[in-house]
T-cell receptor, first 114, second 111 residues
Framework: DTAVSQTPKYLVTQMGNDKSIKCEQNLGHDTMYWYKQDSKKFLKIMFSYNNKELIINETVPNRFSPKSPDKAHLNLHINSLELGDSAVYFC?????????????FGPGTRLTVL | DAKTTQPNSMESNEEEPVHLPCNHSTISGTDYIHWYRQLPSQGPEYVIHGLTSNVNNRMASLAIAEDRKSSTLILHRATLRDAAVYYCILRDNFGNEKLTFGTGTRLTIIP
Protein backbone atom coordinates (compact mmCIF):
# COMPACT_ATOMS: atom_id res chain seq x y z
CA ASP A 1 0.00 0.00 0.00
CA THR A 2 1.20 3.48 -0.85
CA ALA A 3 1.86 5.50 2.30
CA VAL A 4 1.37 8.99 0.82
CA SER A 5 -0.43 9.22 -2.48
CA GLN A 6 -1.13 12.18 -4.74
CA THR A 7 -3.43 12.66 -7.71
CA PRO A 8 -2.94 13.49 -10.44
CA LYS A 9 0.68 12.69 -11.18
CA TYR A 10 0.77 15.10 -14.08
CA LEU A 11 -1.37 18.18 -14.64
CA VAL A 12 -1.18 20.37 -17.74
CA THR A 13 -3.45 23.38 -17.90
CA GLN A 14 -3.89 26.85 -19.32
CA MET A 15 -3.06 30.07 -17.54
CA GLY A 16 -6.05 31.44 -15.62
CA ASN A 17 -7.63 28.05 -14.91
CA ASP A 18 -8.41 26.67 -11.45
CA LYS A 19 -7.08 23.23 -10.51
CA SER A 20 -6.82 20.94 -7.50
CA ILE A 21 -4.28 18.37 -6.36
CA LYS A 22 -5.32 15.71 -3.88
CA CYS A 23 -3.21 14.03 -1.21
CA GLU A 24 -3.99 11.11 1.06
CA GLN A 25 -1.90 9.34 3.70
CA ASN A 26 -2.64 6.00 5.34
CA LEU A 27 0.05 6.21 8.02
CA GLY A 28 -2.16 7.53 10.79
CA HIS A 29 -0.18 10.77 10.97
CA ASP A 30 -1.70 13.94 12.36
CA THR A 31 0.34 16.46 10.35
CA MET A 32 0.42 16.99 6.60
CA TYR A 33 2.42 19.35 4.38
CA TRP A 34 2.64 20.78 0.90
CA TYR A 35 6.07 21.53 -0.60
CA LYS A 36 6.87 23.12 -3.96
CA GLN A 37 9.92 22.22 -6.03
CA ASP A 38 10.63 24.76 -8.73
CA SER A 39 12.49 24.41 -12.02
CA LYS A 40 15.82 24.92 -10.27
CA LYS A 41 15.00 21.97 -8.00
CA PHE A 42 14.72 24.17 -4.93
CA LEU A 43 12.30 22.52 -2.49
CA LYS A 44 10.30 24.79 -0.19
CA ILE A 45 7.49 24.36 2.35
CA MET A 46 4.15 25.96 1.48
CA PHE A 47 1.66 24.82 4.11
CA SER A 48 1.33 22.52 7.06
CA TYR A 49 -1.83 21.23 8.74
CA ASN A 50 -2.11 19.49 12.10
CA ASN A 51 -5.39 17.77 12.95
CA LYS A 52 -7.09 19.69 10.14
CA GLU A 53 -5.81 23.06 11.38
CA LEU A 54 -3.37 25.29 9.51
CA ILE A 55 -0.09 25.66 11.42
CA ILE A 56 2.35 26.84 8.72
CA ASN A 57 1.66 29.23 5.86
CA GLU A 58 4.89 30.35 4.22
CA THR A 59 3.74 33.57 2.51
CA VAL A 60 2.08 31.70 -0.30
CA PRO A 61 -0.24 33.77 -2.58
CA ASN A 62 -3.92 33.72 -1.70
CA ARG A 63 -4.58 31.90 -4.96
CA PHE A 64 -3.36 28.77 -3.18
CA SER A 65 -5.88 27.36 -0.72
CA PRO A 66 -5.21 24.13 1.14
CA LYS A 67 -8.14 22.18 2.48
CA SER A 68 -8.04 19.35 4.98
CA PRO A 69 -11.36 17.48 5.20
CA ASP A 70 -9.88 15.03 7.71
CA LYS A 71 -6.49 14.09 9.14
CA ALA A 72 -5.74 11.72 6.28
CA HIS A 73 -6.29 14.20 3.47
CA LEU A 74 -4.80 17.54 2.49
CA ASN A 75 -5.83 18.94 -0.86
CA LEU A 76 -4.37 21.93 -2.65
CA HIS A 77 -6.59 24.18 -4.75
CA ILE A 78 -5.01 26.78 -6.99
CA ASN A 79 -7.04 29.62 -8.52
CA SER A 80 -6.12 31.68 -11.57
CA LEU A 81 -3.04 29.66 -12.44
CA GLU A 82 0.05 31.56 -13.57
CA LEU A 83 3.09 30.48 -15.54
CA GLY A 84 5.20 30.71 -12.39
CA ASP A 85 3.08 28.08 -10.69
CA SER A 86 4.65 25.44 -12.92
CA ALA A 87 6.52 23.15 -10.55
CA VAL A 88 6.43 19.78 -8.86
CA TYR A 89 4.24 19.77 -5.77
CA PHE A 90 4.94 17.26 -3.01
CA CYS A 91 2.64 16.27 -0.21
CA UNK A 92 4.14 14.88 3.00
CA UNK A 93 2.98 13.67 6.39
CA UNK A 94 4.42 13.03 9.83
CA UNK A 95 3.64 12.80 13.51
CA UNK A 96 3.87 16.32 14.88
CA UNK A 97 5.66 15.67 18.11
CA UNK A 98 9.25 16.87 18.04
CA UNK A 99 11.96 17.58 15.52
CA UNK A 100 13.06 13.95 15.42
CA UNK A 101 10.05 12.71 13.49
CA UNK A 102 10.57 11.84 9.88
CA UNK A 103 8.36 13.12 7.11
CA UNK A 104 7.03 10.79 4.46
CA PHE A 105 6.67 12.28 0.99
CA GLY A 106 4.35 11.47 -1.85
CA PRO A 107 5.53 10.89 -5.42
CA GLY A 108 4.78 14.45 -6.49
CA THR A 109 2.45 16.17 -8.96
CA ARG A 110 4.09 17.88 -11.91
CA LEU A 111 2.05 20.95 -12.78
CA THR A 112 2.65 22.64 -16.12
CA VAL A 113 0.89 25.93 -16.83
CA LEU A 114 0.82 26.94 -20.51
CA ASP B 1 16.40 27.10 11.27
CA ALA B 2 20.19 27.20 11.27
CA LYS B 3 21.88 26.82 7.90
CA THR B 4 23.91 23.96 6.50
CA THR B 5 26.65 23.87 3.88
CA GLN B 6 27.20 20.89 1.59
CA PRO B 7 29.31 20.31 -1.52
CA ASN B 8 27.27 20.69 -4.69
CA SER B 9 28.26 17.33 -6.08
CA MET B 10 30.27 14.20 -5.36
CA GLU B 11 31.16 11.04 -7.23
CA SER B 12 31.84 7.59 -5.93
CA ASN B 13 32.52 4.17 -7.36
CA GLU B 14 29.93 1.48 -7.00
CA GLU B 15 30.34 -0.83 -4.00
CA GLU B 16 32.68 1.58 -2.24
CA PRO B 17 31.89 3.64 0.88
CA VAL B 18 30.71 7.22 0.45
CA HIS B 19 31.20 10.00 2.97
CA LEU B 20 28.91 13.00 2.47
CA PRO B 21 29.95 16.01 4.59
CA CYS B 22 27.77 18.74 6.04
CA ASN B 23 28.85 21.86 7.92
CA HIS B 24 26.48 23.50 10.38
CA SER B 25 28.60 25.86 12.44
CA THR B 26 25.61 27.81 13.82
CA ILE B 27 23.79 24.74 15.13
CA SER B 28 21.98 25.25 18.42
CA GLY B 29 21.74 22.84 21.30
CA THR B 30 18.19 21.81 20.42
CA ASP B 31 18.78 21.24 16.70
CA TYR B 32 18.50 17.72 15.37
CA ILE B 33 20.56 16.82 12.28
CA HIS B 34 18.44 15.17 9.61
CA TRP B 35 19.39 13.68 6.26
CA TYR B 36 16.96 13.17 3.43
CA ARG B 37 17.61 12.13 -0.12
CA GLN B 38 15.72 12.59 -3.36
CA LEU B 39 16.11 9.98 -6.05
CA PRO B 40 15.44 11.10 -9.64
CA SER B 41 11.76 11.85 -10.30
CA GLN B 42 10.74 10.89 -6.76
CA GLY B 43 9.81 12.65 -3.56
CA PRO B 44 12.38 13.11 -0.81
CA GLU B 45 12.85 10.20 1.56
CA TYR B 46 14.15 10.13 5.09
CA VAL B 47 17.60 8.63 5.58
CA ILE B 48 18.70 9.18 9.16
CA HIS B 49 18.84 11.72 11.98
CA GLY B 50 20.81 12.34 15.15
CA LEU B 51 21.37 14.80 17.97
CA THR B 52 24.78 14.19 19.54
CA SER B 53 25.79 10.55 19.20
CA ASN B 54 26.63 8.67 16.04
CA VAL B 55 23.68 6.77 14.61
CA ASN B 56 23.32 3.69 12.44
CA ASN B 57 20.34 2.32 10.56
CA ARG B 58 19.78 -0.04 7.66
CA MET B 59 20.36 2.72 5.10
CA ALA B 60 23.36 4.62 6.44
CA SER B 61 25.41 5.85 9.35
CA LEU B 62 25.60 9.38 10.70
CA ALA B 63 28.81 10.57 12.30
CA ILE B 64 28.43 13.77 14.31
CA ALA B 65 31.45 15.83 15.32
CA GLU B 66 32.03 16.30 19.02
CA ASP B 67 31.29 20.05 18.78
CA ARG B 68 28.29 19.27 16.54
CA LYS B 69 29.39 21.84 13.97
CA SER B 70 29.67 19.24 11.26
CA SER B 71 28.40 15.79 10.41
CA THR B 72 29.00 13.10 7.82
CA LEU B 73 26.53 10.75 6.22
CA ILE B 74 28.16 7.43 5.45
CA LEU B 75 26.86 5.01 2.87
CA HIS B 76 28.84 1.87 3.57
CA ARG B 77 28.62 0.30 0.15
CA ALA B 78 27.18 2.53 -2.54
CA THR B 79 24.97 1.05 -5.22
CA LEU B 80 23.63 2.63 -8.39
CA ARG B 81 20.33 3.06 -6.58
CA ASP B 82 22.01 5.45 -4.14
CA ALA B 83 22.48 8.08 -6.86
CA ALA B 84 20.42 10.99 -5.57
CA VAL B 85 20.52 14.48 -4.10
CA TYR B 86 21.30 14.28 -0.38
CA TYR B 87 20.06 17.02 1.92
CA CYS B 88 21.43 17.80 5.36
CA ILE B 89 18.78 19.66 7.40
CA LEU B 90 18.69 21.05 10.93
CA ARG B 91 15.41 20.93 12.82
CA ASP B 92 14.83 22.77 16.06
CA ASN B 93 13.04 20.58 18.56
CA PHE B 94 11.11 23.61 19.77
CA GLY B 95 10.42 25.08 16.37
CA ASN B 96 7.77 24.20 13.85
CA GLU B 97 7.65 21.01 11.87
CA LYS B 98 8.78 22.17 8.45
CA LEU B 99 11.87 20.89 6.68
CA THR B 100 14.06 23.66 5.26
CA PHE B 101 15.87 22.18 2.28
CA GLY B 102 19.12 23.63 0.97
CA THR B 103 20.70 22.81 -2.36
CA GLY B 104 22.03 19.45 -1.20
CA THR B 105 24.78 17.26 -2.65
CA ARG B 106 24.19 15.48 -5.92
CA LEU B 107 25.79 12.04 -5.58
CA THR B 108 26.78 10.24 -8.75
CA ILE B 109 27.66 6.55 -8.57
CA ILE B 110 30.11 5.29 -11.16
CA PRO B 111 29.56 1.65 -12.21
Amino acid sequence: DTAVSQTPKYLVTQMGNDKSIKCEQNLGHDTMYWYKQDSKKFLKIMFSYNNKELIINETVPNRFSPKSPDKAHLNLHINSLELGDSAVYFCASSHRQGAYNEQFFGPGTRLTVL
Amino acid sequence: DAKTTQPNSMESNEEEPVHLPCNHSTISGTDYIHWYRQLPSQGPEYVIHGLTSNVNNRMASLAIAEDRKSSTLILHRATLRDAAVYYCILRDNFGNEKLTFGTGTRLTIIP
